[in-house]
């Protein structure tokens, strides 16, 4: 029986043609027969693929032939192409939509004017640095709030966002200005998120920033549950959420009854259609699964 895999990737670097590189990209996959997410701009490139392991190993070994691409830091999961509904290959204005294409600069290097980025082990040395000098770190969540319902550092501060483009009306709003002298990690699932988060932060006057190198997926291929993370991963396909390990402990709560859960359901409201942690007691219950967001109070 033939393994499969799914692999997350990006690269931020500069491309004279983004719409070159996604007819590459999907004919690429398509001789494959590959699925996934590849976001191309002029930014570089953001990749989440999955398929039969020999067909992914075949796709990175001509993607990496791409020259800005060969130092691309590939992280795998368990999964395939059955995991996603269908191949989507797209030109966009920026990689991560924070609504500033014009506030990000990227060299051969990738992202001018970033957080310092660090290792896990090096994240570890700074948290363990800055508390013998009396000072906290503090993880600043890069992902929409609702995957830190289920798994994210230990203290950290999860902005009040629904969308990426959010954190730019966070940011302006001065509601994080007391971070402003203080060390502050920026993290997401894999990386590109907060590497643009990292120079938007500096920009607005963030003395002190560091971004997560790999994202959260790296930093639990190093330390699974015994480190600074808690939870479960959100990760944006069919299989909604990973585990570290098997014992990864469960920080989300059912809507309706406040169980331990990992598992988001849709709202029934076909207007709303907001993901909803339900356990699994709920969720095969007879009552319609309303988000409690108005939807509940109204059905």
């Known amino acids: 029986m033939a393994l499969h895999r799914i692999v997350l990737f990006y690269c931020f670097t ?15 996959c398509e001789s494959l ?7 191309v701009s002029e930014h570089g490139i953001n990749a989440t693929v999955g398929g039969e392991l020999s067909a992914v190993k075949r796709y990175l070994r001509a993607t990496k032939e791409y020259p800005g691409f060969r130092g691309i830091d590939v992280k795998w999961s368990e999964g395939g192409a059955e995991d996603f509904p269908r191949l989507s290959v797209k030109v966009r204005p920026e990689l991560v939509s924070f609504g500033a294409p014009e506030g990000l600069k990227v060299d051969d290097d990738g992202v001018v004017g970033g957080g310092e980025r660090l290792t896990p082990e090096g994240l570890h040395q700074l948290v363990d640095a800055r508390r013998e000098e009396g000072r906290e770190v503090v993880f600043f969540d890069g992902r929409n709030a609702f995957e830190a319902q289920i798994g994210r550092f230990k203290g950290a501060v999860v902005p009040n966002v629904a969308t990426t483009r959010d954190f730019m009306r966070e940011l302006d709003s001065g509601a994080y200005d007391e971070l402003k002298d203080k060390p502050v990690v920026t993290y997401c699932t894999g990386g590109v998120r907060c590497e643009v988060l990292s120079a ?17 997926a790296r930093y ?6 015994d480190g600074l993370w808690e939870g ?5 396909d069919r299989r909604m959420h990973l585990e570290f390990s098997e ?3 469960t920080v989300g709560t059912c809507a309706r009854c406040s169980a331990p859960t990992s598992d988001f359901h849709n709202c029934a409201n076909p207007a709303c259609r907001e993901l909803t942690l339900f356990c699994a007691g709920c969720a095969v219950g007879t009552e ?4 409690p967001q108005g939807c509940a109070v109204s059905a």
């Open 14 to 28: 500069p491309l004279a043609d983004p719409e070159a590189i996604r007819l590459w990209q999907r004919s690429l």
């Open 33 to 39: 027969g590959l699925r996934g997410r590849i976001i």
């Open 200 to 216: 938007l932060m500096r920009q607005r006057g963030f003395e002190e920033v560091y971004q997560l190198e790999g994202g959260i």
């Open 220 to 225: 639990g291929e190093a330390f699974g549950d």
């Open 232 to 236: 479960s991963l959100y990760v944006f």
């Open 247 to 249: 014992s990864a402990v």
């Open 288 to 291: 319609e699964l309303r988000c």
